[in-house]
């Protein structure tokens, strides 16, 4: 093979390798709406969920909440405290259906029990 062949087959796979790259890059990918919701923890602990959107780690501190982004209608959400999981509920989404501090959401998770109301106090 001459000189010439070679910078000809050396250009004709660089061409292509910027083709193939420049179509995965301009062939847009379909993905599910991204999806917010609260995380409500009225325990006396911080729990700590994975999170979908980051591949970190959210923590809900006790007594307070956090916003949560999903990619998915259904998932599993599991809560952590020192490392062993402590919360699990499934969740299904429902846009908009949930109002939180002015707000919608696409769903509420309430880790813990709501505290009941005493008659005669306040």
């Known amino acids: 093979m001459g000189r010439k062949s070679l910078i000809i087959l050396c250009l004709l796979g660089m061409f292509a390798i910027i ?15 991204p999806y917010v919701g609260v995380i409500r923890n009225l325990t006396k602990h911080d729990i700590s969920f994975y999170s979908e959107n980051s591949q970190g780690t959210i ?11 999903v990619w998915h209608e259904t998932f599993d959400l599991i809560g952590y405290r020192n490392g062993d ?21 696409d769903f ?15």
Request: hydrophobic share 40%; aromatic share 12%.
């Open 19 to 33: 083709v193939l790259a420049g179509a995965e890059v301009t062939t847009p990918a379909i993905q599910e709406p």
């Open 59 to 69: 923590t809900v501190p006790a007594r307070g909440w956090v916003e949560y982004v």
């Open 85 to 105: 999981p402590y919360f699990c509920k499934k969740i299904e989404v429902m846009p908009g259906n949930y109002q939180f501090k002015c707000k919608s959401y």
């Open 108 to 122: 509420m998770a309430i880790i813990g029990e709501e505290p009941v109301a005493v008659e005669g106090l306040g």
